[in-house]
């Protein structure tokens, strides 16, 4: 078990430029979310993945963010056109998804648009 | 309008006292409730958990008390010890999707020798 990983740590862009993250999950985890948070604010919900399938999303993902998870396996969050609003903490979970299990956190991926 | 709130961003403590963080909900349709630590430049770390038809989980140093019917929960560690130092997260999940959680904004709790 090597816990759920993210790449990149840390990515710089400018504004309106598109970014791309990725996430791979514990292996055997078949629910996976995003997160997003902001500086002195809890983690806030984006989306989550039942295998490959997207059951949910948050309002909070506009039409610029996609996500995917070809294959159930890792999974991608993608955002186009940058905004300076954007910039924040993306956390990736994982969770087995069979009754009240927690879930998993990376240690995430810091946006900072400039 | 935020569901689950931590009206205390930061608390400081002796070691080996007693730490007691709060959290308030306002959604009835939570049933289960879960705390995470989360240390700088790290993911949040789950700690510990309850569901609804509990009012007490406790799991070494760290009990977790729940009263629905004020909508309120508590986490309280003892003896508190420097390396609990960290942001704690109040979080709350509702259908058995505890991974899909709506979360306070952190209580920094501070340890001093």
């Known amino acids: 078990d090597t816990g759920v990983s993210q790449d990149p740590r840390h990515k710089i862009t400018k504004r309106g430029q598109n970014v791309t993250f990725r996430c791979d999950p514990i292996?055997?985890?078949?629910?996976l979310y995003w997160y997003r948070q902001t500086l002195g604010q809890g983690p806030e919900f984006l989306t989550y993945?039942?295998?490959?399938?997207?059951?949910?999303k948050s309002r909070l993902l506009s039409d610029r963010f996609s996500a995917e998870r070809p294959k159930g396996s890792f999974s991608t969050l993608e955002i186009q056109r940058t905004e300076q609003g954007d910039s924040a903490m993306y956390l990736c979970a994982s969770s087995r998804g069979q009754g009240w299990t927690e879930a998993f956190f990376g240690q995430g991926t810091r946006l900072t648009v400039v | 309008d935020q569901q689950v709130k931590q009206n205390s961003p930061s608390l400081s403590v002796q070691e080996g006292r007693i730490s007691i963080l709060n959290c308030d909900y306002t959604?009835?349709?939570?049933?289960?409730f879960l705390w995470y630590k989360k240390y700088p430049a790290e993911g949040p770390t789950f700690l510990i958990s309850?569901?609804?038809?509990?009012d007490k989980n406790e799991d070494g140093r760290f009990t977790v008390f729940l009263n629905k019917s004020a909508k309120h929960l508590s986490l309280h560690i003892v003896p508190s010890q420097p390396g609990d130092s960290a942001v704690y997260f109040c979080?709350?999940?509702?259908?058995?999707?505890?991974?899909?959680?709506?979360f306070g904004d952190g209580t920094t709790l501070t340890v001093k020798p």
């Open positions: 292996s055997e985890h078949n629910r």
């Open positions: 959604n009835s349709m939570f049933d289960y």
């Open positions: 979080a709350a999940s509702a259908n058995t999707n505890a991974g899909k959680s709506t």
């Open positions: 309850i569901s609804s038809i509990k």
């Open positions: 993945f039942q295998n490959e399938a997207q059951l949910e």
